[in-house]
């Protein structure tokens, strides 16, 4: 067993890290407080390759494994959740949606431009009925030949007003419940496509989630994805994969507040010494250490099984399950290691703290994770 990396996944993780101090650092308490992440930064993390790093080259990916991405995804989250679930949700749900299920007129139309940053990708499963329940989807999709036409309301829907392409779920044949569900690519501007209003959110307050309402929309038989009837099996097959991406911005939320913590504490004095002198804060340090650890290892262990080509259902469901708690666990104690100082803005720890409790909601809640690594086990 080796848990070394490679000089590749270094150079990008370090790649990843400066980036994050440079250009995601400086701003990132206004875009918190604006609710806004600027369209130059969404760029400039394509430019950097960061929105289509396991996409294949021939499509204008990066072509890397998964411990590259865990790796960016852990680097950018330290620092700003908000960016990083533009990356996870372009990475890790939209182009690998495409990439392993789309057709070759498909990739060559959508993906190319997905994979660069010069388009943005939104993946549409939740609506206001349909959340951790998602095969009772309202949306409908009746197909009228060569087109179908979509209905319904998409309800927290990131990247929703950025986005350009949009993978939406709908059911185009409700008796045949989950096996009559389809997945869509839809593009924004589409008539009858209206993007309702932002939500105001308590974390990742810089990514955009909004409703999406379709009214009428027409969409063309050739942006169906994949055979009749194959959208819910797509959802939950990308998902898998997108879950590992949550559980790495779980571990960056965590990393990122570990480290502000520990600085913090071999400066701040009290009662004659540096506050990390009290064995109360030490010891908090090393819990908060060996948590980030495990949590980095479930991480990293279902970013290999993908690599390898092993199942990564439980895998990655584990490893979200468990980073998610240790990111709500580290950040709470990060702010608490701050005393007074954890609770304003400018400590970034607060920030944090809020952007933790996102992980153990989206891509499935915890419940849902247990649901989904009990019935793995039971091999139900
Ligand atoms: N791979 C392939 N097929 C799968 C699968 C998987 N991982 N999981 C389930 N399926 C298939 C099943 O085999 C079954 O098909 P067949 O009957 O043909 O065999 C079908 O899907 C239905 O499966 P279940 O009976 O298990 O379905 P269920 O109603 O009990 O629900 C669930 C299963 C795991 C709870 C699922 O509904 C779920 O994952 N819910 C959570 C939804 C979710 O994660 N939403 C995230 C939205 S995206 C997002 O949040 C992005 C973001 O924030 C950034
Ligand atoms: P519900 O399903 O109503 O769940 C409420 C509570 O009941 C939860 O605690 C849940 O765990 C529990 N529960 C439900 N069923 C069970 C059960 N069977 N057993 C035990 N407990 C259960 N969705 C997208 O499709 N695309 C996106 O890009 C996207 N981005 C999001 C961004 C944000 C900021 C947010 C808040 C959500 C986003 N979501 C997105 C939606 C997200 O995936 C759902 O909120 C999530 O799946 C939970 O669904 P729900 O909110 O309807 O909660």
New binding site residues.
């Given amino acids: 067993m080796d848990f070394s990396l490679s000089e590749e996944h270094i150079m990008i993780r370090d790649a990843a890290r400066e980036f994050a101090q440079t250009e995601l650092l400086p701003g990132v308490i206004e875009r918190d407080e604006k609710q806004h992440f600027p369209k130059e930064l969404i760029q400039k993390m394509g430019d950097m390759g960061f929105l289509g790093m396991m996409a294949p080259t021939e499509f204008g990916g990066g072509g890397m494994d998964s411990i590259s991405y865990v790796l960016v995804m852990e680097e950018l989250s330290k620092v700003d959740a908000s960016a990083s679930v533009i990356v996870s949700?372009n990475n890790s749900l939209v182009n690998y949606g495409l990439a392993a299920y789309a057709n070759q007129a498909q990739k060559e139309k959508y993906l190319s431009k997905l994979t660069t940053g010069e388009k943005l990708g939104?993946?549409?499963?939740?609506e206001p009925e349909a959340?951790?329940?998602a095969t009772s989807q309202k949306t409908t999709a009746i197909d009228k030949g060569d087109h179908y036409i979509l209905n319904g309301t998409?309800n927290?829907?990131?990247n929703g007003s950025s986005a350009d392409y949009y993978l939406v779920i709908a059911q185009t044949d409700k008796e045949k419940k989950h096996r009559g569900i389809n997945a869509f690519i839809v593009e924004k501007g589409w008539e009858g496509f209206e993007i309702g209003p932002k939500e105001q959110?308590l974390g990742?307050r810089g990514s955009d989630?909004h409703s999406l309402i379709f009214n009428d929309v027409k969409v063309p038989k050739e942006n169906r994805i994949g055979e009749d009837g194959f959208g819910f099996k797509f959802a939950m097959k990308t998902l898998s994969g997108g879950r590992i991406g949550i559980a790495a911005q779980a571990l960056g939320i965590a990393a990122g507040a570990f480290e502000l913590a520990k600085n913090y504490s071999k400066v701040r004095k009290a009662f004659g010494t540096e506050i990390c002198n009290h064995q109360a804060i030490a010891f908090k340090l090393a819990d908060m250490d060996v948590e980030i650890e495990a949590a980095r290892h479930l991480v990293m262990k279902a970013a290999w099984d993908k690599d390898q080509g092993n199942n990564y259902d439980i895998s990655s469901s584990r490893a979200k399950l468990y980073a998610s708690k240790v990111a709500m666990a580290v950040t709470v104690e990060a702010v608490q290691v701050h005393g007074g100082n954890g609770f304003v803005k400018e400590y970034h720890v607060e920030r944090l703290m809020r952007d933790a409790k996102?992980t153990q909601?989206?891509?499935?809640?915890?419940?849902?994770q247990k649901?989904v690594i009990s019935r793995g086990l039971l091999d139900k």
């Avoid at 909601?361 to 849902?368: A, K, Q, V």
């Fill in positions: 949700v939104a993946f549409c499963l939740s959340g951790s329940d998409k927290w829907i990131t959110k990742i989630t996102i909601i989206y891509e499935g809640t915890s419940e849902i649901i």
